[in-house]
């Protein structure tokens, strides 16, 4: 039996951890239990008539010959 009515700072700091262990526990739970949202998602800037997405054209290829000296120009700085 203990006679001792005081913790010890170890006993202290594993209750904590312990606490905190089980309040992220309980959070996470709570988290992947909540419904998902499901909705119209608009950006709050933009109006209603700037929501459409405007399609950029394709990029140019790179010539081979400029992508290898870009390369090696690289490797050289390396």
């Given at each position: ?38 909705g ?29 000296a870009?390369?090696?120009d ?5």
């Amino acid at each position: 039996m203990r006679t001792d009515a005081t913790i010890s700072a170890t006993e202290l700091l594993l209750r904590v951890i312990a606490i905190r262990l089980a309040l992220l526990v309980l959070v996470g739970w709570g988290l992947t239990l909540l419904p998902r949202q499901t909705g119209d998602y608009q950006l709050a800037c933009f109006s209603s008539s700037a929501t459409t997405i405007e399609i950029q054209p394709e990029a140019k290829a790179i010539d081979p010959r400029v992508a290898d000296a870009a390369f090696a120009d690289m490797l050289r700085h390396d």
